[in-house]
């Protein structure tokens, strides 16, 4: 969840730094298996990793930054955990 958070929070430097938590969890279907359980944001946002700055769709819809997504990553890099490439390439074409 948090590599897929850091990959659509990098495409989302790109428009101003916020990202809809569905796209989020679509990069990581996207990766995973479409059957499997996927976690809510929750978490993530509990832990300070991202930050909620609004919502749209009568509030069905969230908006996140992610503040230090540089350093995120770099953790996620020290502990064996990049951010696949997969994500990436898809993160620089697709929202």
Same mark, same amino acid.
């Given at each position: ?7 659509? /929070?990098?495409? /989302? ?10 796209? @989020? ?6 990766? @995973? ?12 946002? /509990?832990?300070?990793?991202?930050? &909620?700055?609004?919502? /749209? ?11 230090? &997504?540089?350093? @995120?990553? &770099? ?10 490439? @997969?994500?990436?390439?898809?993160? &620089?074409?697709?929202?």
């Amino acid at each position: 969840m948090l590599q897929a958070a850091c990959a659509t /929070a990098q495409m /989302a430097e790109l428009y101003g730094g916020e990202f809809s938590g569905s796209w @989020v969890l679509k990069r990581l279907r996207d990766t @995973v298996d479409s059957t499997a359980w996927v976690p809510g944001l929750r978490t993530l946002l /509990a832990y300070g990793l991202i930050c &909620r700055v609004g919502s /749209a769709r009568q509030g069905r819809r969230a908006y996140y930054t992610m503040p230090d &997504r540089q350093e @995120v990553e &770099r953790a996620l890099t020290e502990i064996g955990h990049p951010v696949p490439a @997969v994500m990436l390439q898809t993160a &620089r074409t697709t929202p």
